[in-house]
């Protein structure tokens, strides 16, 4: 395969892609792939598109066009995302790289309005493209350009995990279905009307736009903060469980700050009988063991709960099971529990859906004290929400 022979070459290390410099140079090396391959691109549409007076084939050119600022924003976000930590970006730079695939989209956005606008002026205006054998071979040629490019780029991002790579990988297979609608207009336009030369523009257009869309839309997710992954806090979890000392895990967290730089946080249950000391080891170790096994950086916070006081044991379910009558979907942890002879008081978080409305979760809350009440008029409850899903686990 030519892309894996050429990042031998051209890539230090390249099958050292932990490293980030490394993870640097793919993103370097395939921007400069992509800068050389759309500017010969660019030329040949826009030359071909020219002779033959052809919108369509002159949009697909400036669609490349947009594609060689594309790979220069991902060329220099690569180079700055690689940044070392510093006193102001502690976390390093690696989301530069988000914010590199963010511009790109912006530029395919803006490429793709103005084409709409240059296509509707051909619709209303129409004029025939001359058909030339030889010029729509060469434009069969530069699909075959494209394709390889999605498929090479894709490689390169796949090695390395990153987004930005893995969106121009995608823009270059748009390209080649763009190119090839156009290929197909020009030859219509010998039985149909050329109105469809500005039909096919249009047509180009609006996907330039749709996969801008679509690439902001996904950056922005990014950005803001998704759910876990369910694959990787799955991994995390069973790691963490995997130790008997571990009773059960809540709220887990994990915090992207770029490819290669990921963080999370996860609250430990834990006997309450048990050494401070010895916990404190085995947190260590699996803190240890998730960075190796995982590369992200793990604080595990420790909750010692009640586990051989029959009374707080049988309360908690009791408990457990009053919720999931009122709402399978709820869930509770962190459960604490201090008895009086009049007042017995049930401290305890409850995992409530992001769906649920502010009205509904005041509603469930006093439903919650209500039927908790009914069962002993003694008990007080003490109830913090929680929003779900905080991946929460238990052991049997």
């Known amino acids: 395969m030519l892309i894996r022979f050429l990042t031998k070459i051209f890539i230090k290390n390249y099958d050292n892609t932990s490293s980030p410099s490394v993870r640097a140079a793919y993103g370097v090396f395939g921007g400069i792939l992509g800068v050389v391959c759309n500017i010969v691109l660019f030329a040949i549409k826009f030359v071909i598109g020219s002779i033959i007076g052809s919108i369509a084939i002159i949009s697909d050119a400036f669609n490349n066009l947009s594609d060689i600022g594309s790979s220069l924003v991902t060329v ?38 103005e084409l709409i606008k240059t296509s509707f002026s051909k619709i209303l205006n129409p004029v025939a493209p001359e058909f030339n054998p ?78 801008g869309i679509k690439l902001a839309w996904e950056t922005i997710g990014t950005l803001l903060g998704t759910s876990p992954d369910p694959a990787t806090a799955q991994q995390i979890a069973d790691i963490i469980m995997s130790d008997e000392e571990i009773l059960g895990i809540h709220d887990l967290i994990i915090h992207d700050y770029g490819p290669g730089r990921t963080l999370a946080s996860v609250h430990a249950e834990v006997s309450s009988e048990k050494s401070a000391i010895m916990l404190h080891e085995i947190i260590d170790a699996l803190e240890v063991k998730i960075m190796a096994e995982t590369g992200i950086e793990t604080v595990i916070h420790t909750d010692p709960i009640l586990v051989n006081n029959n009374k707080v044991n049988e309360t908690r379910e009791l408990i457990k099971n009053i919720i999931a009558e009122i709402n399978p979907e709820l869930g509770i942890h962190d459960f604490r529990m201090t008895d009086g002879e009049s007042r017995i008081n049930l401290i305890f978080d409850l995992e409530v859906p992001f769906h649920f409305s502010d009205e509904e979760r005041k509603s469930t809350l006093l439903l919650i004290k209500e039927r908790i009440s009914k069962e002993d008029e003694r008990f007080s409850c003490v109830i913090k929400i929680d929003n779900k899903p905080s991946y929460s686990l238990q052991k049997k």
């Open 134 to 211: 030889m010029l729509m071979a060469i434009l069969v040629i530069s699909v075959a350009i494209k394709l390889w490019m999605y498929f090479a780029v894709k490689f390169l991002g796949k090695k390395v995990n990153s987004d930005v790579l893995l969106a121009t990988s995608s823009d270059s297979l748009n390209d080649a279905i763009a190119t090839s609608t156009v290929i197909v207009s020009v030859a219509l336009c010998k039985f149909l009307p050329p109105v469809i030369d500005g039909i096919a523009g249009l047509v180009v257009a609006v996907l330039i736009c749709v996969s």
């Open 76 to 113: 220099i976000g690569s180079k700055m995302s690689n940044q070392r930590p510093d006193a102001e970006h502690p976390f390093g730079h690696g989301r530069i790289e988000y914010i590199s695939s963010l511009i790109v989209s912006f530029i395919i956005i803006t490429m793709g309005f």
